[in-house]
């Protein structure tokens, strides 16, 4: 981990979403106003604070980043459990507003972008299809669909997906840290997470949207960061995903252990050597904003 980066102190915004939940966004930011900001999402049980090195990283290239923490993690003030449950639902309906909406007050002048690790890639494309308004584009890093089918290990990936729901529902949440994958997790999450693996669609229950319809016209567009040795993010299970943003301008690019500075090119081997991949981040926003800026406007 660079010590430059480590060393950040990043702004605390305490966030109270409507239905009474807390949790901190933290905030980091280059020097003077910035003109270009990502809402991060981080990965399935990580916890936002473990995203600052990256923050720092891009901040050190002009881009501001809101690290998002999700429900149940971190700060949040609820923990999974038999009385505390919640699902897709939630999180894309309540928390995900509250911290753009504070986000957006924080940078008024910034640019935003939707970006995620992982599931947080995955979040990042069903809220865009939502529809904020003033989205200008969208980032995954080390993300894919969790389809069992564009896996190598697909019939054991496949039998994860009907087993964990199970477990979840016995024990009144899934003990992610005592299973080595994500946190510990609330059992709605673990059910639309396992019902996306099993059919390789996106639905939340709870919510009447289409998300394939809707994710069929998102027309942002998208950088995809695939890391070379990531088995928990291969190509096949990148492209299902992108496959689904047909009307988005799409860029899809590799990360390789010579980037990493002798880190593993890996699901979370990255994190601790972030530069390489904020540096393509920040020129992918850089690119993209020198192209709305010189577009005509309209208007006197």
Request: net charge positive.
């Amino acid at each position: 981990m660079n010590l430059t980066t480590a060393v950040i102190e990043p702004d605390v915004l305490p966030l109270a979403m409507a239905d009474g939940v807390r949790a901190e966004l933290l905030c980091v930011a280059p020097a003077g106003v910035p003109r270009a900001a990502v809402y991060w999402l981080p990965a399935m049980g990580v916890p936002a604070k473990h995203y600052l090195p990256l923050a720092a990283a891009l901040a050190a290239q002009g881009v501001a980043v809101a690290l998002h923490e999700w429900r149940g993690i971190g700060s949040s003030n609820l923990r999974a459990g038999r009385r505390r449950n919640w699902g897709y639902r939630e999180l894309l309906a309540v928390d995900l507003p509250a911290g753009l909406a504070a986000m957006r007050a924080h940078w008024p002048q910034a640019r935003p972008r939707l970006g995620g690790h992982s599931l947080g890639g995955q979040l990042a494309c069903l809220c865009a299809s939502l529809g904020p308004a003033d989205m200008a584009g969208i980032v995954l890093v080390a993300s894919g669909a969790p389809y069992w089918r564009r896996f190598r290990r697909g019939t054991l990936i496949g039998l994860a997906y009907m087993l964990a729901p199970v477990l979840a529902t016995v024990l009144g949440h899934l003990p992610g840290r005592r299973l080595g994958f994500g946190g510990n997790e609330a059992r709605g999450v673990v059910a639309d997470w396992a019902r996306s693996g099993r059919s390789g669609r996106y639905a939340a229950t709870g919510m009447d949207v289409d998300f394939e319809q809707r994710l069929a016209a998102v027309e942002l567009p998208v950088l995809a960061l695939r890391l070379r040795d990531d088995w928990l993010g291969p190509a096949a299970s990148l492209d299902w995903l992108l496959d689904k943003l047909p009307h988005a301008l799409r860029r899809h690019e590799l990360v390789t252990p010579d980037e990493l500075g002798g880190q593993p090119a890996d699901h979370f081997g990255w994190m601790k050597a972030p530069e390489a991949v904020a540096a393509r981040i920040a020129d992918w926003i850089a690119a993209h904003d020198t192209v709305f800026a010189a577009m005509p406007r309209c208007g006197p």
